[in-house]
């Protein structure tokens, strides 16, 4: 009885490992995106003035994957930026359907059933 509460408390730990380094990576990788980005729109972007008295709509339509994988192709900065804020909201989205996954591989039912509850909350909340 012993041996399976350490055997379970280690896995819990190993758990909470990979889940925190799941989210160390995302963020980073994110982030790493995001800086890419935002420095090529500076280069390319930097020393122009802006014109307020002159309203130009941007010709770049990220409102679907299509448009923005063109724009990542063309190594556009906004479609890049736009990508790191997409990975960015992916990686808590990834952490909690791994989670789905961990508690499946423990057999603690109640815990998938709430995450999974969790999960469909936010694959909804990017639907308008």
Do not use: W
């Not at 063109?70 to 359907?97: C, D, H, N, S, Y």
């Amino acid at each position: 009885m012993i041996k399976a509460q350490s055997e379970s408390k280690n896995m819990d730990r190993e758990l909470e490992i990979i889940l925190g380094n799941l989210l160390r990576i995302g963020v980073v990788v994110a982030g790493s995106v995001l800086i890419i980005g935002a420095i090529l729109f500076l280069v390319r972007h930097g020393s122009e003035v802006p014109s307020y008295h002159i309203f130009k709509p941007d010709s770049i339509s990220l409102s679907n994957f299509q448009d923005l994988f063109r724009g990542l192709v063309k190594f556009q900065p906004v479609p890049i930026m736009e990508l790191g804020i997409l990975l960015l909201i992916a990686t808590p989205v990834l952490r909690v359907l791994f989670s789905v996954f961990a508690f499946v591989y423990e057999k603690d039912y109640m815990y998938v059933l709430f995450t999974v509850i969790v999960l469909l909350v936010l694959i909804f909340s990017f639907f308008p």
